[in-house]
């Protein structure tokens, strides 16, 4: 599974698309000439914009520009989850949007877009709201209704980037590693042991040549892209109110200290504490 295109089709008389996928059990690394906006809800979860690979916890907004590599927002979610996606060309109001000086400030969102845009706080509440309540709109009115919510996240300050460079498409053309096998690995193996020469074989490439190349990619090392990703289902089932040690060994950790070290890293907050505050909530 390299790298797809995937193909959009919007409906005809319409200038977007509005719909609410569901490919948890499916690895979708993909890009596309059509700008995107994502909301999900869920207990916890992936996300991999361009270069960038972090999880997100209970919700997400994100914007991600023409032709970014990403992977679905519901890839390996094992809880119940809700997820809006809107798609829309870079051109869905024609030349207006080019020309217009009312639309600069989302001209501009739109270039921000390629690096990736993570949206927190009252604006993704707001978003989110606003997003559940389009489809009860007629066209006309969702259109206006989308040029406003594009508005207010262009004018809004509680935004993260994801990529420090443009990481569209052509960057990754020749791009040999098969992202999925990756993520195939880490799945069957992080609860026991990973191996980063058993990974760099499967992927055709000798143990150095993959090492540079994930750190370049993803930023970081095999091994704390496997503690990430281990803490991220280890948020799962502190959520679903599993002990702190079982958690620990169920995840493929061997120490519960070092288990609390990283995830403190991680998150900011021991696991204990992390798993009160959420089920009080």
């Not at 960038?52 to 809880?79: A, R």
Request: hydrophobic residues 35%.
């Amino acid at each position: 599974m390299k790298i797809i295109r995937e193909m959009i089709e919007i409906e005809k008389g319409r200038s977007f698309r509005l719909f609410k996928p569901s490919l948890r059990n499916k690895f979708l690394w993909h890009y596309h000439p059509e700008i995107e906006l994502v909301y999900i809800e869920a207990q916890t979860g992936i996300r991999h914009v361009g270069q960038h690979v972090s999880s997100y916890l209970e919700s997400d907004l994100v914007l991600i520009g023409s032709n970014i590599p990403h992977l679905n927002f519901d890839y390996g979610l094992q809880t119940e989850y809700n997820q809006i996606v809107l798609q829309l060309k870079e051109d869905f109001l024609g030349t207006s949007l080019s020309q217009s000086p009312e639309f600069v400030s989302i001209r501009k969102l739109f270039d921000q877009s390629m690096y990736g845009l993570s949206f927190y706080g009252k604006t993704k509440e707001l978003v989110k709201n606003r997003l559940a309540e389009i489809s009860k709109l007629n066209h006309l009115a969702q259109l206006l209704e989308l040029i406003s919510i594009f508005d207010m996240l262009a004018h809004s300050d509680e935004v993260s980037v994801l990529n420090d460079s443009d990481t569209s498409v052509r960057f990754f053309y020749n791009d040999k590693i098969r992202m999925a096998e990756i993520y195939d690995y880490i799945y069957e193996r992080y609860q026991t042991q990973t191996n980063v020469n058993e990974v760099a074989q499967r992927v055709h490439l000798n143990t150095a040549t993959f090492c540079r190349y994930f750190k370049k990619q993803t930023k970081m090392t095999f091994t704390d892209f496997v503690n990430q990703y281990r803490i991220n289902q280890a948020k799962t089932m502190l959520l679903q109110d599993k002990s702190v040690t079982e958690t620990c060994y169920a995840v493929g950790f061997e120490s519960l200290s070092y288990f609390n070290k990283l995830f403190k890293k991680w998150i900011g907050e021991n696991p204990s504490t992390f798993k009160n505050r959420y089920l009080r909530s």
